[in-house]
């Protein structure tokens, strides 16, 4: 099992509000990041840090973290937000990197 | 415009070795962090390891008995090499730039993929 874990999928209807979770030790030290992968597709890079976002990514995606949890939320969900999302961090020990399980969105 | 390009034989045998190259144009392979990672069909991805200031590697636990990454300066490209390969390391790989420490090693632009079959 991945030491960061996600929900396996979540769905939200259009234009509402979702949010999703990492869970992981390891978080409670360092940050995560956040990549959307549509199907057929690399992943692309949505968030990291403390709620920062690369160049081109919509202002309706959020960053947070708390104790254990980063979270990644989108506001005002489009169908175009469907995806598999994937958070990244370092792995319990710290000198390594993990991927969370991955959490499939359905907007409805 | 930073762009990266995986190649690389499609089908290995098992047991061989699997070698992938990221060509990078756009960027010089000198600054930053390159990363690889990797999906199995229908599955979730993979941190495999990466490389900076040439020689400076981090290798996944998993795989660190296997993996070899390098980099040539001189072509602007880094490699992987997976040796003792079995049907488990079938894949789409993926070589991806990384940024520093300051912006927490976030994966910021990715290669398209290639596909790996490992198969007699």
């Known amino acids: 099992s991945s030491e960061l874990t996600q929900d396996p999928a979540v769905s939200v209807a259009l234009g509402q509000t979702v949010r999703i979770t990492c869970q992981g030790d390891?978080?409670?030290?360092?940050?995560a990041s956040w990549y959307q992968q549509k199907p057929g597709q690399a992943p692309a890079l949505v968030m990291y840090?403390?709620?920062n976002r690369p160049s081109g990514i919509p202002d309706r995606f959020s960053g947070s973290n708390s104790g254990n949890t980063a979270s990644l939320s989108i506001t005002g969900a489009q169908t175009e937000d469907e995806a598999d999302y994937y958070c990244?961090?370092?792995?319990?020990?710290?000198?390594?990197?993990?991927f969370g399980s991955g959490t499939k969105v359905t907007v409805l | 415009q930073v762009q990266l390009q995986e190649s690389g034989p499609g089908l290995v045998k098992p047991s061989e070795t699997l070698s992938l190259t990221c060509i990078v144009s756009?960027?010089?392979?000198?600054?930053?962090?390159w990363t690889w990672i990797r999906q199995p069909p229908g599955k979730g991805l993979e941190y495999i390891g990466y490389?900076?200031?040439?020689?400076?590697?981090n290798y996944s636990p998993s795989l660190r008995s296997r993996v070899t990454i390098s980099m040539n300066m001189s072509k602007n490209h880094f490699s992987l090499i997976l040796s003792s390969v079995t049907a488990a390391d079938t894949a789409v790989y993926y070589c991806?730039?990384?940024?520093?420490?300051?912006?927490?090693?976030?994966?910021?632009?990715w290669g398209r993929g290639t596909t790996v079959t490992v198969s007699s």
């Open positions: 840090g403390h709620n």
């Open positions: 390891s978080l409670r030290s360092y940050y």
């Open positions: 490389i900076y200031d040439s020689e400076r590697t």
């Open positions: 991806v730039r990384t940024l520093d420490a300051s912006y927490k090693y976030a994966m910021d632009v």
């Open positions: 990244y961090s370092r792995d319990r020990s710290g000198d390594h990197f993990v």
């Open positions: 756009g960027a010089s392979i000198s600054s930053h962090y």
